[in-house]
Protein backbone atom coordinates (compact mmCIF):
# COMPACT_ATOMS: atom_id res chain seq x y z
CA UNK A 1 0.00 0.00 0.00
CA UNK A 2 1.20 3.12 -0.73
CA UNK A 3 1.57 6.12 1.94
CA UNK A 4 -1.06 8.74 2.31
CA UNK A 5 -0.14 11.95 0.30
CA UNK A 6 -0.35 14.09 3.43
CA UNK A 7 0.85 12.48 6.93
CA UNK A 8 0.88 14.73 10.32
CA UNK A 9 1.59 13.02 13.68
CA UNK A 10 1.66 15.18 17.00
CA UNK A 11 1.80 18.64 16.24
CA UNK A 12 2.15 20.80 19.03
CA UNK A 13 2.98 24.65 18.67
CA UNK A 14 2.75 27.65 21.14
CA UNK A 15 2.88 31.07 20.63
CA UNK A 16 4.11 32.62 24.09
CA UNK A 17 1.85 30.92 26.86
CA UNK A 18 -0.78 29.85 24.74
CA UNK A 19 -0.55 26.26 23.36
CA UNK A 20 -2.46 26.02 20.28
CA UNK A 21 -2.30 22.55 19.22
CA UNK A 22 -1.87 20.18 21.47
CA UNK A 23 -1.04 16.81 19.07
CA UNK A 24 -2.97 17.07 15.84
CA UNK A 25 -2.63 13.80 13.92
CA UNK A 26 -4.18 13.28 10.32
CA UNK A 27 -3.36 11.68 7.35
CA UNK A 28 -5.54 12.25 3.40
CA UNK A 29 -5.34 10.23 1.00
CA UNK A 30 -4.12 11.70 -2.74
CA UNK A 31 -7.41 13.00 -4.75
CA UNK A 32 -8.94 13.81 -1.73
CA UNK A 33 -10.72 16.71 -0.03
CA UNK A 34 -10.22 17.10 4.10
CA UNK A 35 -11.75 20.13 5.59
CA UNK A 36 -11.35 21.53 8.89
CA UNK A 37 -13.77 23.12 10.68
CA UNK A 38 -14.16 24.54 14.42
CA UNK A 39 -14.64 27.34 16.20
CA UNK A 40 -12.59 30.35 15.94
CA UNK A 41 -9.00 29.58 17.73
CA UNK A 42 -9.22 26.21 17.54
CA UNK A 43 -5.78 25.98 15.94
CA UNK A 44 -7.52 25.28 12.07
CA UNK A 45 -5.33 28.12 10.24
CA UNK A 46 -2.51 26.83 12.49
CA UNK A 47 -2.46 23.30 11.39
CA UNK A 48 -2.83 24.62 7.46
CA UNK A 49 0.23 27.00 8.22
CA UNK A 50 2.07 24.31 9.54
CA UNK A 51 2.01 22.02 7.04
CA UNK A 52 4.22 24.28 4.67
CA UNK A 53 5.91 24.96 7.30
CA UNK A 54 4.82 28.99 7.32
CA UNK A 55 4.50 28.37 11.22
CA UNK A 56 7.28 26.11 12.53
CA UNK A 57 5.43 23.53 15.68
CA UNK A 58 8.04 22.72 18.49
CA UNK A 59 6.84 18.98 17.81
CA UNK A 60 5.37 17.16 15.45
CA UNK A 61 5.72 15.84 12.00
CA UNK A 62 4.56 16.86 8.70
CA UNK A 63 4.85 14.47 5.50
CA UNK A 64 3.81 15.50 2.05
CA UNK A 65 4.73 13.00 -0.50
CA UNK A 66 8.34 12.43 -0.06
CA UNK A 67 9.06 15.16 1.80
CA UNK A 68 9.05 14.79 5.38
CA UNK A 69 9.85 17.24 8.02
CA UNK A 70 10.15 16.31 11.88
CA UNK A 71 9.97 19.70 13.68
CA UNK A 72 11.59 18.82 17.03
CA UNK A 73 14.60 17.36 15.06
CA UNK A 74 14.76 20.53 12.65
CA UNK A 75 18.40 21.82 12.51
CA UNK A 76 19.18 25.49 12.92
CA UNK A 77 20.07 27.88 10.78
CA UNK A 78 20.43 27.26 6.72
CA UNK A 79 19.92 23.30 6.71
CA UNK A 80 16.65 23.74 8.57
CA UNK A 81 15.43 26.45 6.43
CA UNK A 82 16.27 24.25 3.90
CA UNK A 83 14.45 21.78 5.27
CA UNK A 84 11.25 23.86 5.42
CA UNK A 85 11.62 25.11 2.21
CA UNK A 86 11.51 21.78 0.58
CA UNK A 87 8.52 21.46 2.45
CA UNK A 88 6.82 24.54 1.31
CA UNK A 89 7.40 23.77 -2.08
CA UNK A 90 5.00 20.74 -1.80
CA UNK A 91 2.05 22.78 -1.49
CA UNK A 92 0.25 25.83 -3.06
CA UNK A 93 -1.51 27.76 -0.38
CA UNK A 94 -4.72 30.40 -1.36
CA UNK A 95 -5.06 32.95 1.08
CA UNK A 96 -8.09 34.73 2.66
CA UNK A 97 -7.41 37.97 0.71
CA UNK A 98 -5.80 37.06 -2.72
CA UNK A 99 -2.32 39.31 -2.42
CA UNK A 100 -2.40 40.13 -6.02
CA UNK A 101 0.67 42.08 -7.38
CA UNK A 102 -1.63 45.12 -8.15
CA UNK A 103 0.21 46.45 -11.32
CA UNK A 104 0.49 43.20 -12.78
CA UNK A 105 -1.85 41.81 -15.71
CA UNK A 106 -3.71 38.33 -14.42
CA UNK A 107 -1.69 36.37 -16.58
CA UNK A 108 1.90 38.00 -15.64
CA UNK A 109 0.28 37.60 -11.78
CA UNK A 110 -0.14 34.02 -12.46
CA UNK A 111 3.35 33.34 -14.34
CA UNK A 112 5.11 34.64 -11.55
CA UNK A 113 5.54 31.85 -9.73
CA UNK A 114 6.61 29.47 -11.78
CA UNK A 115 8.93 31.88 -13.74
CA UNK A 116 10.73 33.16 -10.95
CA UNK A 117 10.30 30.97 -8.75
CA UNK A 118 10.56 27.55 -10.63
CA UNK A 119 12.45 28.96 -13.83
CA UNK A 120 10.29 27.91 -16.18
CA UNK A 121 10.25 28.92 -19.51
CA UNK A 122 7.89 32.41 -20.05
CA UNK A 123 6.14 30.28 -23.26
CA UNK A 124 5.36 27.02 -20.77
CA UNK A 125 4.26 29.14 -18.04
CA UNK A 126 1.88 31.41 -19.93
CA UNK A 127 0.30 27.89 -21.88
CA UNK A 128 0.04 26.44 -18.76
CA UNK A 129 -1.79 29.75 -17.11
CA UNK A 130 -4.05 29.91 -19.62
CA UNK A 131 -5.18 26.54 -19.24
CA UNK A 132 -5.74 27.23 -15.49
CA UNK A 133 -7.31 30.59 -16.11
CA UNK A 134 -9.69 28.75 -18.89
CA UNK A 135 -10.51 26.31 -15.38
CA UNK A 136 -11.63 28.96 -13.02
CA UNK A 137 -13.29 30.25 -15.54
CA UNK A 138 -11.41 34.18 -16.36
CA UNK A 139 -9.72 32.82 -19.93
CA UNK A 140 -11.25 36.50 -20.95
CA UNK A 141 -9.31 38.56 -18.32
CA UNK A 142 -6.05 37.34 -18.67
CA UNK A 143 -5.18 41.00 -19.77
CA UNK A 144 -7.05 42.50 -16.91
CA UNK A 145 -5.58 44.32 -13.97
CA UNK A 146 -6.83 42.50 -10.38
CA UNK A 147 -8.18 46.39 -9.53
CA UNK A 148 -10.21 45.36 -12.81
CA UNK A 149 -11.97 42.37 -11.23
CA UNK A 150 -14.64 41.66 -8.25
CA UNK A 151 -13.10 40.01 -4.96
CA UNK A 152 -14.48 36.70 -6.22
CA UNK A 153 -12.77 36.82 -9.63
CA UNK A 154 -9.70 38.10 -7.49
CA UNK A 155 -9.85 34.65 -4.95
CA UNK A 156 -10.49 32.74 -8.44
CA UNK A 157 -6.70 34.14 -9.79
CA UNK A 158 -5.20 33.38 -6.56
CA UNK A 159 -6.54 29.60 -6.99
CA UNK A 160 -4.58 29.51 -10.50
CA UNK A 161 -1.01 31.41 -9.38
CA UNK A 162 -1.36 28.65 -6.80
CA UNK A 163 -2.02 25.44 -9.24
CA UNK A 164 0.56 27.17 -11.36
CA UNK A 165 3.21 25.97 -9.37
CA UNK A 166 1.99 22.40 -9.98
CA UNK A 167 1.93 21.79 -5.95
CA UNK A 168 1.04 18.23 -4.84
CA UNK A 169 -1.67 19.51 -2.52
CA UNK A 170 -3.57 22.66 -2.37
CA UNK A 171 -4.65 24.70 1.04
CA UNK A 172 -7.29 27.16 1.69
CA UNK A 173 -7.31 29.41 4.34
CA UNK A 174 -10.78 30.80 5.04
CA UNK A 175 -11.11 31.16 1.06
CA UNK A 176 -14.69 32.99 0.90
CA UNK A 177 -13.80 34.87 4.28
CA UNK A 178 -13.24 38.03 2.94
CA UNK A 179 -15.81 37.72 -0.01
CA UNK A 180 -19.08 39.48 0.01
CA UNK A 181 -21.84 36.93 0.52
CA UNK A 182 -22.74 36.76 -3.43
CA UNK A 183 -18.93 35.85 -4.27
CA UNK A 184 -18.94 32.79 -2.21
CA UNK A 185 -20.58 30.35 -4.04
CA UNK A 186 -18.64 31.18 -7.40
CA UNK A 187 -15.27 30.40 -5.46
CA UNK A 188 -16.36 27.45 -4.00
CA UNK A 189 -17.93 25.94 -6.80
CA UNK A 190 -14.03 26.34 -8.28
CA UNK A 191 -12.90 24.77 -5.20
CA UNK A 192 -15.15 21.78 -5.70
CA UNK A 193 -14.19 21.28 -9.42
CA UNK A 194 -10.55 20.88 -8.23
CA UNK A 195 -11.76 18.62 -5.52
CA UNK A 196 -13.57 16.21 -8.59
CA UNK A 197 -10.66 16.68 -10.80
CA UNK A 198 -8.09 14.75 -8.29
CA UNK A 199 -6.39 17.21 -6.46
CA UNK A 200 -5.33 16.53 -2.85
CA UNK A 201 -7.17 20.17 -1.03
CA UNK A 202 -6.88 20.93 2.70
CA UNK A 203 -9.64 23.56 3.09
CA UNK A 204 -10.30 25.74 6.32
CA UNK A 205 -13.41 26.73 6.74
CA UNK A 206 -16.74 28.21 7.98
CA UNK A 207 -18.68 27.27 5.35
CA UNK A 208 -20.33 23.85 6.67
CA UNK A 209 -22.82 23.20 3.86
CA UNK A 210 -19.68 23.25 1.27
CA UNK A 211 -17.67 21.09 3.96
CA UNK A 212 -20.76 18.59 4.13
CA UNK A 213 -20.79 18.62 0.11
CA UNK A 214 -16.73 18.50 -1.25
CA UNK A 215 -15.12 16.91 1.80
CA UNK A 216 -13.92 13.54 1.77
CA UNK A 217 -13.01 13.44 5.00
CA UNK A 218 -13.77 16.51 7.87
CA UNK A 219 -11.66 17.06 11.16
CA UNK A 220 -13.07 19.29 13.90
CA UNK A 221 -10.89 21.25 16.16
CA UNK A 222 -11.36 22.50 19.58
CA UNK A 223 -8.58 23.43 21.95
CA UNK A 224 -5.94 22.97 19.69
CA UNK A 225 -6.77 19.21 18.83
CA UNK A 226 -8.85 17.19 16.57
CA UNK A 227 -12.07 16.18 18.63
CA UNK A 228 -13.95 14.09 15.99
CA UNK A 229 -13.05 13.25 12.38
CA UNK A 230 -14.66 11.03 9.84
CA UNK A 231 -16.46 11.37 6.33
CA UNK A 232 -18.85 14.55 6.51
CA UNK A 233 -21.87 12.04 6.54
CA UNK A 234 -20.44 11.13 10.08
CA UNK A 235 -19.01 14.46 11.43
CA UNK A 236 -21.42 17.01 9.91
CA UNK A 237 -24.22 15.19 9.55
CA UNK A 238 -24.34 12.03 12.88
CA UNK A 239 -21.59 13.28 14.80
CA UNK A 240 -20.75 11.71 18.17
CA UNK A 241 -19.44 14.05 19.99
CA UNK A 242 -21.00 16.56 22.21
CA UNK A 243 -18.60 19.54 21.42
CA UNK A 244 -19.24 19.12 17.80
CA UNK A 245 -23.17 18.97 17.99
CA UNK A 246 -22.45 22.11 19.84
CA UNK A 247 -20.47 24.03 17.70
CA UNK A 248 -22.97 22.69 14.43
CA UNK A 249 -26.04 23.55 16.52
CA UNK A 250 -24.36 27.33 16.91
CA UNK A 251 -23.26 27.80 13.44
CA UNK A 252 -26.10 26.40 11.49
P1 LIG B 1 -8.53 29.28 13.95
O1 LIG B 1 -7.98 29.20 12.57
O2 LIG B 1 -9.19 28.00 14.38
O3 LIG B 1 -9.41 30.46 14.20
P2 LIG B 1 -5.82 29.93 14.68
O4 LIG B 1 -4.98 28.76 14.31
O5 LIG B 1 -5.83 31.09 13.76
O6 LIG B 1 -7.31 29.42 14.96
O7 LIG B 1 -5.39 30.46 16.10
C1 LIG B 1 -5.35 29.65 17.26
C2 LIG B 1 -4.86 30.47 18.42
O8 LIG B 1 -3.53 30.86 18.21
C3 LIG B 1 -5.65 31.73 18.67
O9 LIG B 1 -5.78 31.90 20.08
C4 LIG B 1 -4.77 32.81 18.11
O10 LIG B 1 -4.95 34.02 18.80
C5 LIG B 1 -3.39 32.26 18.33
N1 LIG B 1 -2.42 32.72 17.32
C6 LIG B 1 -2.45 32.41 16.00
N2 LIG B 1 -1.41 32.98 15.36
C7 LIG B 1 -0.70 33.66 16.30
C8 LIG B 1 0.50 34.46 16.28
N3 LIG B 1 1.18 34.65 15.14
N4 LIG B 1 0.92 34.98 17.43
C9 LIG B 1 0.25 34.78 18.59
N5 LIG B 1 -0.88 34.05 18.69
C10 LIG B 1 -1.35 33.49 17.55
Redesign the pocket.
Same mark, same amino acid.
Request: aromatic share 6%; no cysteine; charged share 5%.
Given at each position: MTEPRIRVHGLEKS? @?D?Q?LRGVDFTAEQGTATVLI @??? @?? @?? !? !?VLRSLNALETPERGVVGIDDVEVDFAALPAGKAGRAQKDRLRAQSGMVFQAHNLFPHRTVLENVIEGPVVAQQRTREEAVADARVLLDQVGLADKADAYPSQLSGGQQQRVGIARALALKPRVVLFDEPTSALDPELVGEVLTVIKDLASQGWTLVV?THEIRFAEHVADQVLF?DGGLIVEHGPSAQVIGDPREERTRRFLKRIL
Open positions: F @GNV @GPS @GS @GK !T !TVL
